[in-house]
């Protein structure tokens, strides 16, 4: 099995060090994995309400201690990957400072609107004072625009608006969801099926059954992360997740070298 999405304590809300993780995935059996965590806010000239990212100063320091740790693993494939905010406006610039990095694979994330984290269990409360589909809105739209910024090779946890379990209807959804597989498929892009969500309020994958089946029908890549924030989530859930892809209908999972695509099939899983 492959988990694309683990964390490190760099940034302020999860637990473990890098190694730990490692050592869980050994004794998960995985075969693959890739640290992600988020990428400085601050290289962006952001800070946010709370602290969610690694400093400016922390990222060299992050970008070794991985380089290290998959130079030193002679049995799962360990991969350097990062986490980013897509923000609206910083494009150009994010494209520049991640050009000069090392890494295997970034993985383009909302957590914000404006300045509200709405990921953020401190920040939940805003939901209940605002439209809910104006918030689906603009959320999708914020999607929609990562998507087609070339910054990114997986878009993460694609649907992680309903966390707290403020949802629409099925009926609502359903353009939301074709469109964001058109678009995936017209970006050339990998998303990835993110199990976290079952431990959220939203007790349900990111993404749902109907937009991972609906991306599957287009053929858009897949692949999996657990979005650990400590060692024992990682590959959390994972049986439940691969059940499911195979009947979305997928065959293989996307994995990524130097930000080069390759694939292997679920059977090796």
């Not at 980013?84 to 994010?94: H, N, R």
Request: charged share 25%; net charge negative; aromatic share 10%.
């Amino acid at each position: 099995m492959v988990d694309y999405h683990l964390h490190t304590p760099l940034c302020r809300h999860a637990l473990g060090s890098p190694s730990e993780y490692l050592e869980a995935a050994r004794e998960k059996g995985l075969r693959e994995i890739g640290f992600a965590d988020h990428y400085p806010l601050g290289l962006l000239g952001v800070k946010p309400q709370s602290e969610v990212t690694m400093s400016p100063g922390e990222l060299a320091g992050y970008i070794g201690e991985i380089k290290a740790l998959a130079a030193g693993e002679k049995e799962i494939r360990v991969k350097l990957g990062v986490e980013v905010d897509y923000l609206p406006g910083k494009a150009k610039e994010l494209a520049r400072l991640l050009a000069r990095e090392p890494f295997d694979y970034v993985i383009g994330s909302i957590h914000f609107m404006g300045d509200w984290d709405f990921t953020h269990p401190l920040q939940e409360a805003r939901y209940k004072t605002l439209d809910l589909a104006q918030v689906y809105r603009r959320y999708f739209e914020l999607l929609w625009q990562a998507c087609s910024s070339g910054l990114f090779d997986i878009i993460g946890h694609i649907d992680v608006v309903k966390k707290f379990g403020y949802r629409l209807s099925d009926d609502e959804m359903e353009p939301y969801w074709r469109c964001t597989a058109r678009i995936l498929k017209e970006n050339g892009l990998c998303f990835e099926l993110n199990s976290s969500g079952r431990a959220a309020p939203a007790a349900e994958f990111y993404p749902g059954r109907r937009l991972l089946e609906l991306c599957c029908r287009e053929g858009v890549p897949v692949t999996l992360g657990s979005d650990a924030h400590a060692p024992d989530q990682v590959g959390r859930y994972f049986d439940d997740a691969l059940r499911l892809l195979r009947e979305a209908g997928y065959r293989e999972l996307a994995v990524f070298t130097a930000r080069q695509r390759s694939f292997i099939p679920l059977e090796e899983v």
